[in-house]
């Protein structure tokens, strides 16, 4: 098993352009979540979902979307990028209560 | 927002000292502790439930408070293998463990 795998490993970006960030699970898990990781902020919780096509938002998720098409896959898209947006983000699937994070995508906005 | 802070942020120690690291926060249904290494994602070390717990793994002890309102980490004789950032995070009732509110983490470092 890969366990989770996220893409790309390193981004940059310029203010206003769009990106997804991709997800996957090869654990067969219903539960899958985006988190972002800031200095002194902790991980916090941006959007999850229960199973394929139901989605819901975290403590911040204004500025991203997500969908879940599959069970496998749960990109994480952002709209406009701003500069507040640069960060570490972790994909994370779940069984019964254990999480599985992925390596994390780092992006810098300029 | 319910929020879980953690002391000390930083921890810089020798090799063969002992520590403790603090996760302190309202009352959650379970908690658990995470550690994270550089340029990777957070691994589960342990989930503690039961108000009073104490769960050891290897070196570690984590304990959880009786009120489910705080937990301790405390590592014996450390190595520098155990340098990382280390992460609590809770789950609150009526809440699921797939909506986990994290600390800011305590970063330890283990000099040889």
């Known amino acids: 098993n890969a366990g989770v795998t996220q893409t790309p490993k390193f981004q940059v970006l310029k203010t206003g352009q769009s990106m997804t960030l991709q997800c996957a699970q090869d654990?067969?898990?219903?539960?899958m979540s985006w988190y972002r990781q800031d200095p002194g902020m902790g991980l916090r919780l941006i959007h999850y979902s229960v199973g394929a096509g139901i989605t819901d938002q975290g403590e911040v998720p204004n500025g991203y979307n997500v969908s879940r098409s599959t069970t496998e896959d749960f990109p994480l898209r952002l709209l406009s990028a701003a500069p507040s947006q640069t960060s570490v983000y972790f994909c994370?699937?779940?069984?019964?209560?254990?999480?599985?994070f992925g390596p994390g995508t780092r992006l810098l906005v300029l | 927002t319910q929020l879980l802070e953690q002391s000390p942020q930083f921890l810089s120690i020798q090799e063969g000292e002992n520590l403790t690291v603090y996760c302190n926060s309202s009352?959650?249904?379970?908690l658990q502790w995470y550690r994270q290494e550089p340029g990777e994602g957070p691994v589960l070390l342990v989930t503690?439930?039961?108000?009073?717990e104490v769960k050891k793994l290897k070196r570690l002890t984590f304990q959880f408070g009786d009120a489910r309102k705080d937990s301790s980490l405390h590592i014996t004789a450390a190595q520098p293998g155990d340098t990382g950032l280390y992460l609590c995070a809770g789950a609150y009732y009526g809440g699921a463990t797939n909506k986990l509110i994290f600390g800011t983490g305590t970063l330890l470092a283990v000099q040889p």
């Open positions: 994370a699937s779940s069984y019964f209560g254990t999480q599985y």
């Open positions: 503690v439930v039961t108000g009073g």
């Open positions: 009352v959650f249904s379970s």
């Open positions: 654990m067969n898990h219903e539960y």
